[in-house]
């Protein structure tokens, strides 16, 4: 029989550390619109031309910057539920956005997935702190999804066939969406079944997006019944190539054959079963498929160039296998948010397990007849009408079926707005038990109309700010306080209405007793409105403000502070802050790197050099970084350092 059960599993793990306590006013990146090809713009199918740079994301708010980590591993003890029956045994990681850590097809004991030997965050979430491997659940906008490293609701819910199944839930607040990930192993199953919903309970249409992605070894072949893909890489430009051989002749359904990291979303044709599969020499590997609902698929690779083989070797630890990940999506492209519409829900069956084909066909070079292996062992392994009849008994018996006890807890914040909004959202409870303390000043608000006064000890940072409509009327009705202000221009800003935003900061200002929170948010708005001088002034203003407050907020505001002044040509000032800094902050590889900066602009060349000479290491280093090969390359003509290398596009 089935079993779910608690377990534990012990990692070399760096700590998370504490969310940046400043209000996430901007991307992390660029993320903008994509170039498209003019030759390629006709043929974009009507939703896809229609969807794509839809409704993107102007800031992170309501979330906070998850960046507290550094790159210090010691062996951790996680918490994990296992899914198991005689073939497959399944590890899910709750408290990490419900990872599947690993996949294991007990009869040959092969992992099915690319299992990362260390927990190691990164900067590759919309919001910072991410780590590589399994199979991870991505819900808002294009990106890691804010929750990659947040804890989820887990509990045991009857399944379809009558045995157990593992629901995950939360509310992702990027797009204010509640959604579900039901897991299950039908008894003698190989296949991992895994029901999502997403439900939109607003009066409003919403942007929505999903990709499942899967990490795997990165020395197989990907297949997937396309002759055609979409093509983006870090020149953020989108184009048609040709599968498998792209025009410049590279076969990229070998991870190993490209040279630099790329996505390939691939044009699967209306009515094709959708399907992805990676598979090794001898034919054997992973295969994901689905209802016909999870219409894209796509393959990340991250190629043989020193940007990519640094990131490999960042994401993990040296002398570890790579992996390359085959991705399920709602949409064709990641680059699409389409519209799910008021009171309306989106839902899918996806499935993944062990597949064997014949290697002769899988490796030929007979693209048509390659994946025609593949998908005729796909028939046979779990034919379509398997998947689609396990779908419709999922929604018609278990979808809404109530949890049991919780095996893991997430955040407050669905309760939250339950309770604001008299939801009713049958099989994922958010009860007012979960409300902890960031909730209470906004559970305040919706009860009394106003927000706690603070009292006369002002917090360490402000509580973050819920940024819906609703919450924005609600501020504008309260009682015109300065935290009220600052919370109210968050709101503003986030809704895209700046000057409004700004006019609220700049009242809240007069009577302010914490100044520092205003201050910032002003500077943002200068540097962001192309005022880099006034930001300086604003930034260096803040810093001497909440000097000798809360030691995580000194550190935050004294990186951007210092950075602003730097781009404003100010680095005496900037030395100033930098200075002032707690030793233990100044060791950090970042404060290490705006060392250096503020040493070249000091035209102390050579002490500059020395910083890169004695190694720093910028642990919240962003997808894509570019800022240490262009430093360098200002201070010497000499090579860049493998160490520094993280560029991932062509020069």
Not at 24 to 30: D, F, N, P, Y
Not at 140 to 149: I, S, V
Not at 413 to 442: C, K, N
Not at 603 to 627: I, K, M, N, S, T
Request: proline share 8%; with cysteine.
């Amino acid at each position: 029989m089935t079993t779910v059960r608690r377990a534990v599993l012990t990692l070399p793990a760096a700590p998370l550390g504490p969310d940046n306590p400043l209000p996430a006013l901007r991307l992390l990146g660029g993320a903008g619109t994509p170039a498209v090809d003019g030759r390629d713009r006709s043929a974009l199918p009507r939703d896809m031309a229609r969807q794509l740079g839809h409704a993107p994301l102007r800031t992170l708010l309501p979330v906070r910057i998850r960046d507290g980590y550094g790159r210090e591993r010691t062996p951790t003890a996680l918490d994990t539920i296992v899914i198991e029956n005689d073939l497959l045994r399944v590890t899910v990681l709750p408290g990490l956005g419900g990872r599947v850590h690993s996949l294991l097809h007990k009869p040959t004991g092969r992992e099915l997935l690319y299992r990362n030997p260390v927990l190691q965050p990164a900067a590759f979430a919309l919001n910072g702190a991410w780590f590589s491997g399994g199979i991870e659940w991505n819900i808002g906008a294009r990106g890691h999804t804010t929750l990659a490293c947040a804890p989820l609701h887990a509990a045991v819910v009857p399944a379809p066939d009558g045995g157990e199944m593992l629901r995950l839930w939360e509310w992702e607040r990027l797009r204010d969406l509640p959604f579900q990930v039901d897991l299950w192993l039908p008894d003698g199953a190989e296949h991992l079944r895994v029901g999502v919903r997403i439900r939109n309970p607003h009066e409003r249409a919403v942007p929505c997006s999903w990709w499942s992605n899967a990490a795997v070894p990165e020395d197989r072949r990907v297949l997937v019944p396309a002759d055609t893909a979409w093509h983006f890489g870090y020149a953020h430009a989108l184009r048609r190539v040709t599968v498998p051989r792209t025009e410049d002749g590279a076969d990229t359904t070998y991870p190993l054959r490209g040279t630099h990291a790329a996505d390939y979303f691939y044009a699967l044709p209306d009515g094709q079963r959708r399907w992805i599969a990676a598979l090794d020499d001898a034919g054997h590997g992973l295969v994901q498929t689905s209802t016909d609902g999870l219409l894209g698929r796509k393959l990340f690779l991250w190629g043989t160039g020193r940007g990519g083989r640094r990131w490999q070797e960042w994401l993990s630890e040296p002398g570890s296998p790579g992996y390359a990940e085959i991705q399920a999506g709602l949409a064709r492209t990641q680059l699409e948010h389409p519209e799910l519409e008021a009171g309306a829900e989106v839902s899918w069956l996806e499935t993944y397990g062990p597949l064997a084909a014949d290697p002769a066909a899988v490796h030929g070079t007979d693209w048509a007849a390659a994946r025609a292996g593949v998908e005729d062992a796909l028939g046979r392994a779990l034919p379509r009408a398997e998947v689609d009849t396990a779908y419709e008994r999922w929604r018609a018996v278990a979808a809404d079926a109530a949890p049991g006890p919780r095996l893991a807890t997430g955040s407050g914040w669905g309760a939250l707005e339950v309770l604001r909004g008299r939801h009713d959202l049958p099989g994922t409870p958010f009860e007012e038990s979960l409300l902890g303390e960031e909730q209470r000043p906004w559970l305040h608000l919706l009860r009394t109309g106003a927000l706690p006064d603070p009292g006369p000890e002002p917090s360490a940072a402000p509580a973050q700010t819920p940024v819906s409509d609703a919450w924005r009327d609600m501020l504008e009705t309260a009682p015109a306080d300065p935290v009220t202000e600052y919370h109210l221009g968050v709101a503003q800003w986030a809704a895209g209405d700046q000057a409004q935003a700004v006019r609220s900061w700049e009242r809240g200002l007069k009577n302010a007793a914490e100044r520092w929170p205003l201050l910032y948010c002003l500077a943002v708005a200068d540097r962001e409105g192309g005022h880099p001088e006034r930001a300086a002034e604003r930034y260096a203003e803040a810093c001497e403000e909440q000097y000798g407050g809360d030691p995580h907020v000194t550190a935050a505001l004294g990186r951007e502070a210092v950075t602003a002044l730097l781009d404003a040509g100010r680095p005496a000032e900037a030395r100033t802050v930098l200075s002032r800094l707690p030793d233990e902050v100044r060791s950090r590889g970042a404060f290490r790197y705006l060392e250096a900066r503020l040493l070249l602009a000091e035209d102390r060349r050579a002490e500059a050099r020395a910083v890169f000479d004695a190694g720093f290491e910028v642990a919240d280093l962003r997808e894509g970084a570019e800022e240490l090969g262009e430093l360098w390359s200002r201070i010497t003509d000499e090579p860049l350092p493998d160490a520094y290398e993280f560029r991932m596009r062509p020069s």
